[in-house]
């Protein structure tokens, strides 16, 4: 049983497009929701995190959109660069338990 | 600080055949894990420790054991191969459990290790 479901498996953008990754939940317990980026061979790494407290957070490129009456929450990647091309995880965790991770984007940005 | 570091960085074994996967960190982070990632299916917690000498399942802990003697190491054993223990094995750690406050919930993890079971 999948608590968080990650769409799309894959993504191709353009060089300066926007790059939208989206996450739905279950738990309705669940108050701390991150992205994690992930290069080849190497160890995921968080990128940006949101609380359900604000509806959106912005970092440089990054945004995270957080719908709580839906249970969704979304990355999106403003001016897309091939350097973005990496595997991007959500997950998410309530308080005193560890993270449960959506199953992952491979996005790649197209020069 | 070298962070999360995990060895080998690649295994081949054969069915039936034991080792441990190594994974130490040098943060002094209360809590380490130990995930398996496998292609679409995410992140999966095999097991984890909020502590020295305390350790508990997650998700997936069939065929794995760990134990937690000391704060800097966590290794993770399998004790009889199989061929669907093939994935890649990455150890994190963190200051306290995703869902406390500001940066103490970064998990940092390590380049993991990629095992592949015949």
């Known amino acids: 049983q999948q608590q968080v479901k990650q769409s799309p498996q894959s993504l191709i953008v353009q060089k300066g497009g926007i790059s939208i990754i989206n996450c739905a939940y279950e738990n309705t317990a669940f108050d701390y929701f991150p992205w994690y980026q992930q290069f080849p061979g190497k160890g995921p790494a968080l990128l940006i995190a949101i609380r359900p407290d604000v509806s959106e957070k912005k970092e440089g490129r990054f945004t995270i959109s957080f719908n709580k009456s839906a249970k969704q929450f979304s990355l999106h990647i403003m001016d897309s660069q091939p350097g973005d091309s990496a595997t991007y995880f959500c997950?998410?965790?309530?308080?005193?338990?560890?993270?449960?991770f959506g199953g992952g984007t491979r996005l790649m940005v197209k020069p | 600080n070298a962070g999360v570091t995990q060895t080998p960085k690649f295994q081949v074994l054969k069915t039936g055949q034991s080792m441990t996967l190594q994974c130490a960190q040098d943060m002094n982070h209360e809590y380490m894990s130990w995930y398996r990632q496998d292609p679409g299916m995410g992140l999966r917690l095999i097991h984890y420790?909020?502590?020295?000498?305390?350790?508990d399942q997650g998700e997936v802990p069939n065929g794995y054991n760990v134990s937690r003697s000391t704060t800097e190491d966590f290794p993770l054993r399998l004790l009889s191969a199989a061929p669907s223990q093939t994935s890649v094995y990455f150890c994190a750690s963190s200051y306290s459990t995703s869902g406390g406050a500001g940066s103490t919930d970064t998990q940092y993890f390590g380049p993991g290790t990629r095992l592949t079971v015949l």
């Open positions: 420790s909020v502590g020295a000498g305390i350790t």
């Open positions: 997950a998410a965790s309530y308080a005193g338990n560890m993270l449960t």
